[in-house]
């Protein structure tokens, strides 16, 4: 089968899991809509109702929220949002110590952690959800990446960010890198996973190319929010090939 | 003075052709060994040097400043298409000048990248500058479209003449604030044509969402594009409107009309040539895409179209600009480093526009990420194949009898090229 032609799995719904994407206006910078867009059809594949809904500054925030996706964004981005950020903040981490699954990228991955401190020394405080602290860099790392994780195999993604991230004990790294650079120019980590938070540099976007990560955040929503979880049988077939040929390509 | 760097220059540039090498090699000769050289030419030039930079459309904007002020009469010095970085301007001097170094011309039209531009203006300060666009392009190389935006006020700041802004882009726009010497001169759209527009800024703004708070009144426009027909389009300058017969497709390509137009016509103003409406006008119909922008060529009887895309706007335009019925279609996305490394904006394209013929063709280094693509938005995918040539050959066997129509990113759109010319005839450019 054509694996365009992929439809949801026949009989009624399992029910309906709500992702929210967190500030697309702003903070959507590197195909972070490809995130979204990856839960919301593979939430139908499985045989579950999918609902997207955007939070952008100044919106009210959501209820009965299954799954936050949220992106990276240019320096000025981050400011936009960082006082909204802020005033969400208890909200988002009820959400995450009671186990909602969470994916942060880039930006938001930063301002999940405790803190960003720029090049020039200012301290951009983060939420505090994520152990972890960046500092800003005059260098860019940028490129292929390929981390090597237990949970969800070989990870592939594009990494572009000058700050540089390190990881407290109270999260665990992600995976290490196989190619390209990371978390920081020092330790060999990508990203951070905490609960069943997913955080990550990598970019690409992730899911696409990634699926047992999206299949990791909607299995978890379904178990938070059902009891239990019944996966469907999405064709990855494109997916397996663009793993290989992204994993071929230089740096 | 002689300057030996002219004739060994010529030299290397004969030997390198002969090899059928690249175009920039002599020009890195001619600067190693002369770094004043293209400083000296270029300063000679009665009315100086315009600059033409921005992300996206910079080739064929700057053919049709050039074909608009030769419809003036003037004498244009140019670099053509391939080579838009410092040496290869050097390349393109070195063809032009005689054995002593002098060229004959009244104004160089220089396209530049946006990173290249910045060590240019540095030795060669342009007289005037027209800024296109900062698209979410190259984010490989710059990381940020901020630090894009940063170069493009470079050159507007080295400008000593005129700056021509782009009204409708927020980065480009803003320019104008940071400039104190220099005439600033914009070109606009019509609101009605905004939609089709989406800038990087509001890709994913809800609809209907309103407009962030606190920008400014819109400045007035030298040249507005009003409306865009299929083989035509409205410009309002002068307070009068006027409708032209237009050979450039795709509403990007329009827009950038308005935009050759508001330079050509400040050099004409700027004291070079009495701007004759009828003649601008007349020269800006016949203007043709540049190579591999909207390039229609002929294929076993069938009109085949090379559209070039490089970014998600780029790519959303040129899916709007050119309706799908009725056409076989091909996707040819390589990840070289020209094309940009990064596929991540492949997801900021919707390709719903695709669904009702699905795409029959997927190729290049990144096929299967853009099959990946399709598959999420429900677009029925013919075949994908890595291998360009073949792709290709397929492609033309399979839609024999139809019109083709190929989105390709940059170094696939020359490797296609280099297929189609054994099969048919495609536009030179030296």
Redesign the interface.
């Known amino acids: 089968m054509?694996?365009?032609?992929?439809t949801a799995a026949d009989g009624p719904s399992k029910g309906t899991i709500r992702v929210v994407q967190l500030y697309?206006?702003d903070m959507?910078?590197?195909?972070?809509?490809?995130n979204a867009?990856?839960l919301k059809?593979r939430i139908d594949w499985h045989g579950y109702t999918p609902e997207l809904l955007?939070y952008?500054v100044g919106d009210p925030f959501p209820e009965d929220v299954d799954i936050i996706v949220g992106g990276g964004g240019?320096?000025?981005g981050q400011l936009v949002i960082q006082d909204d950020l802020q005033a969400r903040a208890g909200q988002l981490k009820e959400l995450a110590e009671d186990g909602a699954p969470m994916l942060v990228i880039c930006g938001l991955y930063q301002l999940f952690g405790r803190y960003f401190k720029t090049r020039t020394g200012a301290v951009i405080p983060g939420i505090g959800i994520l152990d972890v602290e960046t500092h800003g860099t005059d260098e860019?790392l940028?490129?292929?990446v390929k981390v090597s994780t237990t949970e969800f195999g070989e990870v592939l993604g594009?990494e572009?960010h000058?700050g540089q991230t390190t990881l407290g004990s109270g999260v665990q790294p992600l995976g290490t890198v196989a190619k390209g650079t990371g978390n920081n120019s020092n330790d060999g980590h990508e990203g951070a996973r905490y609960r069943n938070i997913v955080a990550s540099y990598l970019?690409?976007?992730l899911l696409?190319?990634n699926p047992a990560i999206a299949d990791f955040l909607i299995r978890t929503a379904a178990e938070r929010k059902f009891g239990s979880f019944s996966p469907g049988n999405p064709?990855d077939t494109?997916?397996v090939?663009?793993r290989?040929?992204?994993a071929r390509?230089?740096? | 003075m002689v300057f030996f760097s002219v004739p060994l220059g010529k030299l290397v540039r004969r030997v390198s052709r002969l090899r059928g090498g690249g175009s920039a090699l002599p020009g890195l000769v001619v600067e190693k060994i002369d770094p004043g050289f293209m400083r000296r030419t270029l300063t000679t030039l009665p009315h100086g040097v315009a600059v033409v930079s921005g992300t996206n459309g910079k080739t064929t904007t700057t053919k049709m400043v050039v074909e608009l002020l030769e419809s003036q009469g003037l004498k244009v010095f140019t670099n053509r298409t391939g080579s838009n970085f410092t040496r290869g301007v050097a390349a393109a001097l070195l063809g032009e000048v005689d054995w002593r170094g002098r060229l004959d011309a009244d104004i160089a039209v220089l396209e530049l990248d946006e990173a290249h531009a910045v060590h240019f203006v540095n030795s060669v300060p342009p007289r005037y500058c027209l800024l296109l666009n900062v698209l979410r392009d190259q984010l490989d190389r710059f990381g940020e479209i901020d630090k894009t935006a940063q170069l493009l006020q470079h050159i507007a700041a080295k400008t000593t003449g005129t700056v021509v802004l782009n009204r409708e882009d927020p980065r480009v726009a803003r320019i104008a604030d940071t400039l104190t010497g220099q005439e600033v001169k914009y070109f606009g759209l019509d609101d009605s044509l905004l939609g089709t527009f989406p800038n990087d800024d509001d890709m994913r703004a809800a609809p209907g969402s309103p407009a962030p708070a606190g920008l400014p009144e819109k400045p007035a426009a030298d040249v507005v594009l009003r409306k865009v027909g299929a083989d035509s389009a409205e410009f309002e300058y002068d307070g009068g409107t006027v409708t032209t017969a237009m050979k450039l497709r795709g509403v990007y390509n329009i827009f950038n009309a308005a935009a050759a137009m508001t330079l050509a016509r400040s050099i004409c103003g700027g004291g070079a040539a009495a701007a004759d409406h009828a003649t601008l006008l007349e020269a800006l119909s016949r203007v043709a895409p540049a190579f591999g922008r909207g390039e229609s060529l002929t294929v076993d009887g069938q009109p085949l179209d090379l559209v070039l895309v490089k970014n998600p706007s780029g790519f959303r335009l040129g899916l709007k600009s050119f309706p799908a019925e009725g056409y076989a279609t091909m996707i040819a996305i390589n990840d070289n480093y020209a094309d940009g490394r990064d596929m991540s904006w492949l997801w900021d394209v919707e390709f719903d526009s695709l669904r009702g013929g699905g795409v029959d063709v997927l190729t290049g280094s990144r096929a299967y990420d853009m099959a990946l693509r399709l598959q999420y938005d429900d677009v029925r995918v013919g075949a994908v194949q890595t291998d360009i040539s073949a792709a290709l050959a397929a492609f033309i066997r399979e839609g024999r009898d139809r019109p083709k129509r190929i989105f390709c990113t940059y170094t696939a759109m020359l490797a296609i090229r280099r297929e189609l010319a054994k099969i048919t005839t495609v536009e030179v450019v030296s």
Not at chain 1, 2 to 6: V, Y
Not at chain 1, 29 to 34: Q, S, T
Request: aromatic share 8%; net charge neutral.
């Open positions: 054509n694996p365009a032609e992929a697309p206006r959507n910078i590197y195909g972070d809509w490809g867009l990856v059809r955007e952008n240019q320096d000025s860019r940028i490129g292929n594009y572009n000058s970019h690409g976007s696409p190319k064709d494109y997916a090939l663009a290989e040929h992204a390509r230089p740096r």
